[in-house]
């Protein structure tokens, strides 16, 4: 699985050139690894890296539904909000870093939202990780409802921090009876307009499981809740890469 080389054909960027992203490994798990293009056209993230570089203290906050909390894996530590911690951890031992998660299942974007003002806005986090649009689309939201309600929540939460957003896994078993794209793309829309970086969590999965690492529809219930650590580690690994890019004349070969 680490030396596996990932080929995407879903960023339209191979005249760029591709370099692959070795990600440190949280323990006990092997790092997927990732094209850096997966993230080269992405808002950076100026004030959180200057904090991490810095050694301050920081917090993030996770926001999200089932597939952030964990239960999968079988409980929060394994969830990738914990594995991103512990990556980043190690990309910048001198910090202090807290990552709070607040992941329900079963909310849509709305429940989230309505979440906010008490839940996260007085924590004062330095970033928030908005991972939604599963349960909308598996409700049949409104889209023009939900882009509505993206942008009320990004409005909100960008007054206070930096913010990420995180789109639904990806599952071909899921996916065949369940039309996630136009969510998807609304979400997309949503945060270029408000240049808000997107962490493009089904393009990987979607990779991960081409490339054979990941088979998602593995059936045994022990070999299901290994596969959500192995997955979530990788998640988490990628995030902390993710949210942590310096200038692109560092990291893109420009």
């Not at 911690?85 to 031992?93: D, G, V």
């Not at 007085?122 to 928030?128: F, I, N, Q, R, T």
């Not at 829309?189 to 991960?208: G, I, T």
């Amino acid at each position: 699985m680490a030396g596996a080389v990932l080929r995407l054909n879903f960023w339209p960027s191979a005249a760029i050139g591709l370099w692959l992203l070795a990600l440190p490994a949280s323990p006990g798990f092997a790092a997927c690894r990732v094209p850096a293009e997966a993230f080269l056209f992405e808002p950076l993230l100026p004030q959180m890296v200057a904090t991490l570089s810095a050694g301050r203290p920081i917090k993030v906050v996770a926001i999200g539904s089932a597939s952030t909390d964990g239960r999968a894996a079988g409980g929060p530590e394994f969830a990738w909000p914990q594995q991103f911690k512990i990556s980043l951890s190690q990309m910048f031992p001198a910090a202090s870093i807290s990552v709070v998660n607040l992941a329900k299942p079963r909310l849509t974007a709305a429940d989230m939202v309505k979440r906010f003002e008490k839940e996260i806005i007085p924590l004062a986090p330095a970033l928030v990780i908005w991972q939604t649009g599963t349960v909308d689309a598996v409700d049949g939201i409104d889209l023009a409802d939900f882009r509505a309600t993206l942008q009320s929540g990004l409005n909100r939460l960008r007054a206070v921090s930096e913010v990420v957003v995180m789109d639904p896994q990806f599952s071909r078993r899921t996916r065949a009876m369940i039309d996630f794209e136009p969510y998807e793309s609304v979400m997309r829309e949503v945060a270029d307009a408000n240049d808000v970086p997107m962490f493009p969590r089904s393009d990987l999965m979607r990779a991960w499981s081409e490339a054979g690492e990941f088979n998602y529809s593995v059936a045994d219930k022990d070999e299901r809740r290994e596969m959500a650590r192995r997955l979530y580690a990788c998640i988490g690994n990628a995030l902390a890469a993710f949210v942590t890019r310096r200038a692109p004349a560092q990291g893109s070969g420009r």
